[in-house]
Every structure is written in C-alpha cells, then in structure tokens.
C-alpha cells in the first residue's frame, strides 16, 4: 500500500559532497568552503533552524544579502543526502522483481538518458535507475565547473536552470517512487515523518524558485495537498 492509501486508513545521510562558501554571513568567517565559518555550514544552520517552526514556508526563503545560486546548491546538496539516506533505507525492497521499472503507480514511467552510456531514454528496474542517478548527480556535485569550491569561481550562468532544475526534476522521481511503492516500509524503519519534512520542504523549495515544473509534480500532487 503507498502513502495515499495509509493516508486513507488514517493516517531527514552520507556525508556533504560539497563544502562551498562565497559572501560570508559573519564577517568574521575563514574565507575557505570548508568547516563550520563556511557560508554552506551557515546557511544550513540557518535553514534547519526554521525546520522546527510551524511552516517550513521561512526555511525556503532566501536570506538577506545572500547569493541565490549558492543557496539552491546548498539545498541540492541536503536533499541529495535525504534522498539518498531514505532510498538506502529500502533499497533491500526495492528489487528487480518487485520494482521492474522505475515509475510512480501506473501512469508516470520515468526513462534513464545521460547522452553517455544511456544516449536514448531506457526503461530498467527502479534500483538500477536510482544507483545510476547518484552515481550521476555525484558526478556533477564533484565537478568544480559546475559546483565551484574556489572562492573567486562563479557559478556558471546556467547553474540554475540546466544544473539545479535538472538535478532536482530527478530527484523528485525518487522521492515519488518512494511514496507510490515504498511508503510503508518507509515507515516500518522510523522514517515516515523525515520523509513528509523533507519532501514538504523540497516542494516548497522548488516551486518557490521555479526549479520542478508543475507537469512533474503531478505524480505527487495528491501527497503535496494531503501535506500543506
């Protein structure tokens, strides 16, 4: 049974792969990406204090002063950590046999294409799909091209929109795969309520930067009402 139908009955990892920091929050910060006097560190402090509050609309928010495109890598970095923390959790369920394709119900069926090994979009077993976009966005989160670590590197003007939005899109296919087929078990390891925050926040997240398009939420649009 998935999310919606326990919903009917009644009812957020592995290390950063990213240290990153730009224009400081305290003045008085080492000017390095890495340890606790780095914007990344800082703006997560910030965020994850906003988490206990009532709405989780002021975590999304940008703060004052502060470089958007760092914020959205920050945040790409933490819901890569959620997502994969929570799909290692049930992993073991996840299989060839019981999911033999990666999709969401019967109705969103979702193709693994990189332009490399896989040019054109292919069908496979919904683990196989999730091993290959890791394997995939930790690739662009350790290329400093894309994910600068040096202070005096920009983010490349299409970071947003072609970097960002495109990790995201298919990270969002995870956690829909774990709604429709993986909730209950999900919830059997204590992870339902990390898994509500974290995709209530990353909803929050996305739509607030225009980063998911509505047509990719539409597999979720169910849990996104049940959860506002």
Not at 9 to 36: E, K, L, V, Y
Not at 131 to 148: G, M, N, R, V, Y
Not at 155 to 164: E, G, T
Not at 167 to 190: E, T
Request: net charge neutral.
């Amino acid at each position: 049974m998935n999310f919606l139908g326990l919903w009917a009955r009644g009812m957020t990892s592995r290390p950063n792969r990213r240290a990153m920091d730009s224009i400081a929050i305290n003045n008085n910060a080492d000017p390095t990406r890495t340890g606790t006097g780095s914007v990344q560190y800082q703006l997560r402090q910030y965020a994850e204090s906003t988490l206990g509050k009532s709405s989780l609309h002021e975590a999304v928010l940008l703060p004052e002063g502060e470089s958007l495109d760092e914020w959205i890598a920050c945040h790409v970095v933490d819901f890569y950590n959620h997502v994969n923390m929570l799909f290692m959790s049930v992993s073991h369920h996840c299989t060839d046999e019981s999911c033999p394709k990666m999709c969401a119900g019967e109705n969103y069926n979702y193709f693994w294409r990189d332009g490399v090994d896989y040019r054109e979009p292919t069908s496979m077993p919904a683990n196989k799909y999730v091993k290959l976009l890791i394997k995939w966005i930790d690739a662009q989160l350790d290329d400093t091209s894309l994910f600068p670590v040096d202070l005096s590197q920009p983010f490349p003007p299409h970071f947003r929109h072609d970097v960002a939005a495109q990790i995201l899109k298919r990270m969002l296919r995870v956690y829909a795969h774990l709604y429709w087929h993986h909730y209950p078990q999900i919830c059997q390891v204590g992870l339902g309520t990390m898994l509500n925050t974290s995709f209530t926040h990353f909803t929050l997240f996305v739509t607030k930067y225009k980063l998911v398009s509505d047509t990719e939420l539409q597999a979720v649009k169910d849990v996104i009402k049940i959860l506002a």
